[in-house]
Every structure is written in C-alpha cells, then in structure tokens.
C-alpha cells in the first residue's frame, strides 16, 4: 500500500521556521513529481511546493524566497524548509506524488482529485 507519513509540524511564532518530513512507502519516490499541498480549515487543498522528476522546483508566489522544497530518494523522503512563516501558512500540510502534482505545477487550481492524502502535519503560527 503506497502511502505518506509527513511530520515535522508545530506551533511556532511569525518569523520562525519549521522543516517539515515526509516519508514514502510501499513504492519508490525516485521517478515521480512529488510536493506539498496545504489545506485550511473549509478550504480545498492548494498546492504549496513540487519538486519535478527533472529536479526543477516550484513554489506558491506567497512562499516563493522563504520555502525550500527538497527530497532523498535514497530515504524515499521529501522536506519542506520553510522559514519567515506568517500567519496564512497555517494549516495542515499533506505531501504528494505523480499527476497531481504535476497538474498543480501547470496551473491547475483546487479541488484536486487525489485519493492518497495521509494524515499530514499541522502548522500554526501565532504570537
């Protein structure tokens, strides 16, 4: 069963950083889109970062110059440094793999059609 297990939340002030873990398994990382996605309380899930199989990396405009996406295929892991965090990054981060995230990378707005959301990781900001 292919699955995620992502990790690496918290509560944390505006300004500070976070580096949020997501761990694949029962399939290999190597060979696919793979990216972050967030969901807000009564919102669709929006993608945040992707990192492409030809290793390009894309971002939301809002994250662009605080979030760094990366990934380990060797641990079948992929991260999310994200630094400067503001108040509208809450919400829970779910990573992803395959179509989806490359439908988000060409522009493709919400909802999205995945049936392999785990159980993600909550972020909140606040003072």
């Known amino acids: 069963q292919r699955q995620f297990v992502e990790s690496g939340g918290g509560l944390v002030q505006p300004g500070g950083s976070l580096r949020l873990s997501c761990v694949a398994s029962g399939f290999s990382l190597d060979g696919y889109a793979v990216g972050w996605f967030r969901q807000a309380p009564g919102k669709d899930h929006e993608g945040v970062a992707c990192?492409?199989?030809?290793?390009?990396?894309r971002y939301m405009d809002s994250v662009k110059g605080r979030f760094i996406i990366s990934r380990d295929n060797d641990k079948n892991t992929v991260y999310l440094q994200m630094n400067s965090l503001q108040l509208e990054d809450e919400g829970i981060y779910y990573c992803?793999?395959?179509?989806?995230?490359?439908?988000?990378?060409?522009?493709?707005?919400?909802?999205?059609?995945?049936?392999?959301w785990g159980q993600g990781t909550q972020v909140t900001v606040s003072s």
């Open positions: 992803a793999y395959g179509a989806v995230v490359v439908a988000w990378s060409f522009g493709q707005a919400p909802p999205y059609e995945y049936d392999h």
């Open positions: 990192s492409l199989k030809d290793g390009t990396a």
